[in-house]
């Protein structure tokens, strides 16, 4: 096998023959018809959103996205976030063998639900992870209730 992950010259048969069912995916969805069989390749970071007694945490893998690329924002309670990976600049008589590296822009929206306190929200970014705590309202925390004696 080679580098290039083929066995052999016949690309149709042998692109997809080991590869993850989701990649086939992501590669039919980024098939551009306007240019043939180019595919355009887009940098979209994966999310995890998480809910505990106090806050919802999400975090996203932003590997090479600049601080100052990044743009995070909460509005009628949708939180967005949205940034740019930038591409590396290829240099005059550079040829790449594999290019599969994703650059580009993105966004993402995320609807909070009403017990979300949308004016108290934090964001780290730390070892290309973004992580934000959105916490929750106080009235929206449960609470004990005593038995009157």
């Known amino acids: 096998m080679s580098l290039l992950g083929r066995t052999n010259g016949n690309t149709s048969t042998s ?5 993850d069912p ?3 995916a992501r590669d ?3 098939w551009d018809p306007f240019f043939g069989n180019r595919q355009v390749s887009a940098f979209v970071p994966a999310f995890e959103v998480k809910e505990t007694n106090e806050a919802f945490l999400l975090k996203a893998d932003v590997p090479g ?3 100052s690329d990044l743009d995070i924002a909460v509005h009628n309670n949708v939180l ?7 591409a590396e600049e290829r240099q005059e008589g550079e040829s790449f063998a594999l290019y599969e590296r994703q650059y580009g822009s993105f966004s993402r929206s995320f609807s909070l639900p009403d017990t979300a306190d949308g004016e108290r929200v934090e964001a780290k970014l730390e070892s290309g992870v973004l992580s934000l705590i959105i916490w929750k309202k106080a009235e929206a925390k449960p609470r ?6």
């Open 65 to 67: 996205v600049a601080e």
């Open 28 to 30: 039919l969805l980024s």
């Open 80 to 86: 967005t976030v949205s940034g740019t990976r930038n």
């Open 15 to 19: 692109r997809y023959a080991a590869r």
């Open 22 to 24: 989701f990649q086939v």
């Open 144 to 149: 004990k209730i005593a038995l009157k004696k």
